[in-house]
């Protein structure tokens, strides 16, 4: 067997010699080709020559898989050297991640000592505060009991000697009780923003004197209007009576009629002993009932014998008759359009509207319940009465089973509906699924609907819906909302803008809409919980970058509604999502807060 010649020692090889001598051709090329493999591979890697390094350890590791699988004899020991030498190596690496872990924890450990000591520090920082504050308090007191003493003074002194004594004394210069409403003080003290508001003051007051003279009338003018009306109405009054009396009248005439037509027909026989004058007296004794003009009956029977109502009865038949002609014939259009415009709205009832709902047509025609709804919409001006809740909520719903949105926006454009809140959650509900385009137009109808009814919650929601979170914050201010009633618009539109403003003040308050540990707790209870998370995340990045004033701990410490159950919650939130950060702030804050709370509540 010969040997190689011993060759130079290659990069990576820490200056040993390689390649043993080998018996064989094969296994002489197989080596020298896994050792070129295994150069080529540092070189490529930028291997380091020494000390550890993962790269050249998975290319030697590769190397020695490749040689196991070649030499099939010492398979077996070599597989197992491996194992071991695996083993070992998972073993200082899992060391190595288990002593980075413990190590961070420890330095964890190390920072909350520190930030106890800060809080202590603020702690007796804020009560030498408060024995300023106090000292200032008694020093301002004693001036004020000064002041009082003196004033008392100068109540005992004669008048002729106040002006004496006040000029002998230094004048004091104090602020006014109450500032100007809607100004502040350096606004107060500025004279070209007074000098802008006087004129504004000026401007509003010639406002109100061009609309008490065209758009107001004085008092007096409605005792002339009501002096009128009670003139109007004797008038009526009086025109009534005379009617009566010429019904009456009319009556008379008609029996005399009747007499002497009968008179002249049969005098043979019934009036053969009477003149025409006897027979009109006796008729119109025989019906002195029915010709009293002071009967309260005379008006009915007069009308009673009104042929015209029986010709009345008998058009409505004939109306009701020829509707159901239609119907039965299919031409459900003529229908639809005769029973809209039936006289007294005979037709114009459910049981029609069953009638044309029970049909069913094949689908791409014309739904003759939708057509009768056109025609009942379409008749309500002349008519001059709206339909009914239920037939309003029946229309629309044929309509959106159509998709013909544009009709129930005319009739709600239009004043054609009885609006109700059912009416208000069908069209909510049928943006469910919608395109964007749908969702535009049908949210603000609802939002409509809703605000008429005074369903002020629903219409806050649309509002949201629509994005127009600052047109709510107004509509719900106006409506007087309670806070129920802004966490309901919360749950059911939970977005990151709407949480936005409700923890911001608005109007003339101080104080946010909603605490943030309430809009935070609400959030994390719907499927939106990360809106929560952001909405922490954003607070603190406005604290990290100056533009918003109040800390994460002096948010925890003004909200009185959040109890710490909720408040861990919302940390162990924040972090779920990775903001370690503010989750660190937050539990410091309600740390100190609980023990503040256990330090006042315990006897002393």
């Known amino acids: 067997m010969t040997e190689l010649p011993q060759q130079s020692p290659r990069p990576g090889s820490g200056g040993k010699r390689v390649l043993p001598p080998i018996s064989s051709e094969v296994e002489r090329q197989f080596i020298q080709d896994l050792q070129e493999n295994v150069y080529v591979e540092m070189a490529r890697l930028n291997c380091p020559d020494q000390g550890p390094d993962?790269?050249?350890?998975?290319?030697?590791?590769?190397?020695?898989?490749?040689?196991?699988?070649?030499?099939i004899a010492y398979r077996p020991l070599m597989t197992a050297i491996k194992?071991?030498?695996?083993?070992?190596?998972?073993?200082?690496?899992?060391?190595?991640?288990?002593?980075?872990?413990?190590?961070?924890?420890?330095?964890?450990?190390?920072?909350?000592?520190?930030?106890?000591?800060?809080?202590?520090?603020?702690?007796?920082?804020?009560q030498h505060r408060m024995a300023v504050v106090h000292a200032d308090n008694e020093k301002?007191?004693?001036?004020?009991?000064?002041?009082?003493?003196?004033?008392?003074e100068l109540d005992g002194i004669p008048e002729q000697d106040v002006d004496e004594v006040s000029s002998k004394k230094s004048?004091?210069?104090?602020?006014?009780?109450?500032?100007?409403?809607?100004?502040?003080?350096?606004?107060?003290?500025?004279?070209?923003?007074?000098?802008?508001?006087?004129?504004?003051?000026?401007?509003?007051?010639?406002?109100?004197?061009?609309?008490?003279?065209?758009?107001?009338?004085?008092?007096r003018q409605k005792e002339q209007l009501k002096h009128q009306l009670a003139s109007k109405s004797k008038a009526k009054e009086h025109v009534s009576e005379q009617n009566l009396h010429l019904k009456a009248r009319c009556l008379k005439l008609r029996v005399a009629l009747d007499t002497l037509k009968a008179y002249y027909k049969d005098s043979q026989h019934s009036f053969s002993s009477f003149s025409p004058a006897e027979a009109v007296a006796l008729a119109l004794a025989r019906s002195g009932s029915k010709m009293?003009?002071?009967?309260?009956?005379?008006?009915?029977?007069?009308?009673?014998?009104?042929?015209?109502?029986?010709?009345?009865?008998?058009?409505?038949?004939?109306?009701?008759?020829?509707?159901?002609?239609?119907?039965?014939?299919?031409?459900?259009?003529?229908?639809?359009?005769?029973?809209?415009?039936?006289?007294?709205?005979?037709?114009?009832?459910?049981?029609?509207?069953?009638r044309f709902k029970a049909i069913h047509v094949k689908p791409g025609k014309l739904s003759p319940l939708l057509a009768y709804c056109e025609a009942l919409m379409s008749s309500v001006p002349a008519v001059g009465i709206l339909p009914n809740?239920?037939?309003?909520?029946?229309?629309?719903?044929?309509?959106?089973?159509?998709?013909?949105?544009?009709?129930?926006?005319?009739?709600?454009?239009?004043?054609?509906?009885?609006?109700?809140?059912?009416?208000?959650?069908?069209?909510?509900?049928?943006?469910?699924?919608?395109?964007?385009?749908?969702?535009?137009?049908?949210?603000?109808?609802?939002?409509?609907?809703?605000?008429?009814?005074?369903?002020?919650?629903?219409?806050?929601?649309?509002?949201?819906?629509?994005?127009?979170?600052r047109a709510m914050m107004e509509y719900a201010h106006n409506a007087k909302f309670s806070k129920d009633a802004y966490v309901g618009v919360l749950v059911a539109c939970p977005t990151l803008a709407l949480a936005e403003v409700l923890v911001q003040p608005y109007g003339d308050s101080n104080t946010p809409v909603l605490p943030v540990g309430t809009v935070v707790?609400?959030?994390?209870?719907?499927?939106?919980?990360?809106?929560?998370?952001?909405?922490?995340?954003?607070?603190?990045s406005n604290i990290q970058s100056g533009t918003s004033h109040p800390s994460l701990k002096d948010i925890v410490f003004s909200d009185p509604t959040t109890n710490i159950h909720a408040w861990l919650q919302i940390i162990r939130s924040c972090q779920d999502s990775g903001l370690y950060d503010v989750g660190i702030e937050l539990l410091a804050a309600v740390t100190v807060l609980e023990a503040i709370k256990k330090a006042t509540s315990s006897p002393t």
């Not at 899992?94 to 702690?123: D, H, I, P, W």
């Not at 707790?521 to 603190?540: A, F, M, N, P």
Request: with cysteine; net charge negative.
């Open 292 to 354: 009293s003009v002071t009967s309260a009956d005379t008006a009915t029977t007069f009308d009673d014998d009104d042929p015209t109502k029986e010709r009345e009865a008998e058009m409505l038949l004939e109306y009701i008759e020829h509707f159901n002609d239609l119907f039965e014939e299919g031409r459900y259009s003529d229908a639809a359009m005769h029973a809209a415009n039936s006289p007294k709205g005979i037709l114009r009832n459910p049981e029609t509207l069953a």
């Open 521 to 540: 707790s609400e959030l994390l209870r719907t499927e939106s919980h990360q809106v929560g998370v952001q909405l922490l995340d954003k607070i603190h």
């Open 140 to 152: 301002l007191r004693e001036e004020l009991e000064s002041l009082q003493e003196t004033q008392e």
């Open 83 to 126: 194992a071991e030498y695996e083993n070992c190596i998972e073993t200082i690496e899992r060391g190595q991640k288990e002593s980075f872990y413990l190590s961070g924890k420890v330095k964890a450990m190390a920072a909350e000592q520190t930030t106890l000591n800060y809080y202590q520090r603020r702690t007796d920082e804020l």
């Open 389 to 469: 809740a239920e037939t309003s909520l029946e229309c629309v719903k044929s309509a959106l089973q159509e998709d013909r949105l544009d009709l129930v926006t005319h009739w709600i454009a239009q004043k054609r509906l009885t609006c109700s809140e059912p009416l208000g959650h069908l069209l909510y509900n049928y943006t469910q699924g919608k395109n964007t385009d749908i969702v535009n137009k049908c949210l603000p109808l609802a939002q409509a609907v809703y605000t008429k009814v005074g369903a002020h919650i629903q219409s806050a929601v649309c509002m949201c819906k629509q994005g127009r979170v």
């Open 54 to 71: 993962e790269q050249r350890y998975i290319i030697y590791k590769d190397a020695f898989n490749k040689l196991i699988e070649h030499v």
């Open 171 to 219: 004048k004091v210069y104090t602020l006014p009780d109450k500032l100007i409403p809607g100004l502040s003080l350096e606004e107060s003290t500025d004279m070209v923003c007074l000098q802008r508001k006087i004129e504004e003051c000026q401007q509003l007051v010639q406002n109100l004197k061009q609309s008490k003279q065209t758009r107001y009338a004085p008092r």
